[in-house]
């Protein structure tokens, strides 16, 4: 979909409504880098430390051994009663790059992937100056040589992004999608922007699966809003508007 990868130093924001599969995308990326010998931090603003441990346990990514070799940060803006060096006392962009940055020093070098799940949590306060801290984080962690996954949640009731800012900076825009189809959850998944890349223009119908992550099942033929309607009503839509042409 990506024509071969997401270029270097890019921020990506990953958005959608929550249970679209945001996370577990985040969760390969990083995996992805520490497979192949770098080390990762991963801000950690809806969950706790250890319930992305064992998201990633789920899915065969052994992030617990990353963390115990220190080629992984996790860093826990949720738990804020604890005082272990890796956890946020306040939910502020400042404190998090302050954090992301100690982390950076820690590691070293080989540090270049960084995830953000989520950016929505900075702006519930002030959802207003979501796009003013989204490009503090990208001006300021682009020195740093981070690529990175930033996800930002849309709001269930309209599908609306919260704050709209994000996607304002990002270089890249991965959007996420549900709907329930005959009684069942189904996923999309489509490159709405992907800077220097030839991005596929398709949506494509995704499955996570236990033990293995996130999975693209087709490219959709039709709409996603057309794909909760059944064959009949289909046809009887082409047929009338075939009709209104006549």
């Keep these: 979909m990506l024509a071969g990868g997401v270029p270097e130093g890019f921020l990506v924001a990953l958005v959608g409504m929550p249970g679209t599969g945001k996370t577990v995308a985040c969760l390969h990326f990083i995996w992805a880098g520490l497979r192949a010998g770098e080390s990762c931090i991963y801000v950690t603003t809806e969950e706790s430390r250890e319930s992305i441990i064992r998201q990633a346990e789920q899915f065969k990514m052994d992030f617990h051994s990353a963390l115990r070799d220190g080629r992984l940060i996790i860093i826990d803006a ?141 490219p959709l033929a039709r709409r996603i809003e057309d794909e909760v309607l059944p064959p009949e009503v289909l046809e009887r839509i082409r047929r009338v508007s075939s009709e209104d042409l006549l």
């Design 78 to 218: 949720l738990m804020r009663e604890r005082e272990d060096e890796w956890s946020l006392r306040n939910v502020t962009v400042e404190e998090m790059l302050d954090k992301v940055i100690a982390a950076k020093r820690v590691l070293g070098r080989s540090c270049r992937r960084l995830v953000i799940d989520s950016m929505s949590a900075f702006w519930l306060r002030a959802p207003v100056r979501a796009r003013e801290q989204s490009y503090v984080v990208k001006r300021v962690l682009n020195r740093w040589g981070f690529t990175i996954y930033a996800t930002s949640q849309y709001a269930i009731t309209t599908g609306s992004a919260f704050g709209w800012g994000i996607e304002h900076v990002a270089d890249g825009i991965i959007h996420f999608r549900r709907r329930i189809v005959n009684g069942v959850l189904r996923r999309y998944i489509i490159v709405e922007k992907m800077r220097q890349t030839p991005h596929d223009l398709r949506a494509w119908e995704i499955d996570i699966v236990d033990g293995q992550g996130l999975t693209l099942r087709r």
